[in-house]
């Protein structure tokens, strides 16, 4: 059977800042997240387009419904589209704009459909459909936070995506597993999902692990960072200096000395 996406290539170069290479035949095209690229030979093109350019958003009315799904979330209206117009194989590359890992997956692999936080996708093959998909449950929707809105990858071919930190990989043979909400990169369709209460009332105040779980139960894959953006930039502004200038000798008693007299 024929694919509906473009058959790309790819290398994934690096170790804990990863970017991916995908190659491209004349006419092969790769979509991707604006600023995902971080470069590209001479015969690849890039054009700004409204929709991910699959089948289901062909047509003005097809793309501008999917860009409209894509605004009332907070992502941009437009894709990026990095097309082959060379007579030999090209090259272009992305990387997330954090530390991390970057796996590729054959949708084909896992039965079509990957469902992902939604600033987990990096870039896929041209004809992979890329929607907003909102968690039907009120649980969820109010106490989800990142985990609320969610994306759909839906095609048969290779799809890029990106965790932060170190990826983990589970298997659920009709199981259950709680987890961070921002610590979810993504699962298989296979998959139900749901926020649930993080314990007692003692535990969600003084715990440390947040109000909230995400609860994951099924039979499929579910893919894990250890180390989530949001939480990656609380400890950055949480050791930043002040704004009056530099903390010298944060973490020593003569710091701490300092502090007390200039009034922090």
């Not at 290479?21 to 991707?32: N, S």
């Not at 909102?134 to 969820?140: E, S, T, V």
């Amino acid at each position: 059977m024929r694919k509906q996406c473009h058959e790309v290539d790819y290398e994934i170069i690096g170790e804990s800042m990863q970017l991916v290479e995908v190659e491209l035949d004349p006419g092969e095209t790769v979509i991707a997240e604006a600023g995902a690229m971080t470069y590209m030979e001479s015969g690849i093109q890039f054009e700004a387009r409204m929709g991910d350019g699959s089948a289901v958003e062909s047509g003005f009315f097809g793309s501008l419904l999917g860009a409209g799904k894509r605004m009332l979330t907070g992502e941009s209206l437009f894709m990026t589209h990095f097309s082959n117009h060379g007579h030999s194989k090209q090259r272009v590359s992305f990387a997330a704009p954090y530390p991390g890992t970057i796996l590729a997956i054959d949708l084909d692999d896992v039965g079509g459909e990957l469902i992902l936080q939604k600033d987990s996708f990096l870039a896929a093959a041209l004809g992979t459909r890329v929607s907003m998909k909102f968690n039907k449950r009120l649980g969820a929707g109010f106490f989800g936070g990142e985990g609320f809105i969610l994306q759909s990858l839906q095609g048969d071919g290779m799809a890029f995506i990106h965790a932060g930190g170190t990826l983990i990989r589970k298997e659920l043979r009709d199981e259950k597993l709680r987890v961070d909400t921002g610590c979810l990169v993504g699962f298989t369709a296979g998959i139900d999902y749901d926020i649930q209460r993080a314990g007692s009332l003692k535990s969600m105040l003084f715990g440390g692990e947040g109000l909230f779980l995400a609860t994951l139960e099924g039979h499929g894959t579910v893919w894990l960072q250890s180390l989530p953006f949001s939480r990656m930039a609380d400890r950055i502004i949480a050791h930043a200096p002040s704004a009056g200038g530099s903390d010298r000798g944060e973490g020593s008693v003569l710091g701490g000395i300092g502090r007390m007299f200039d009034g922090r």
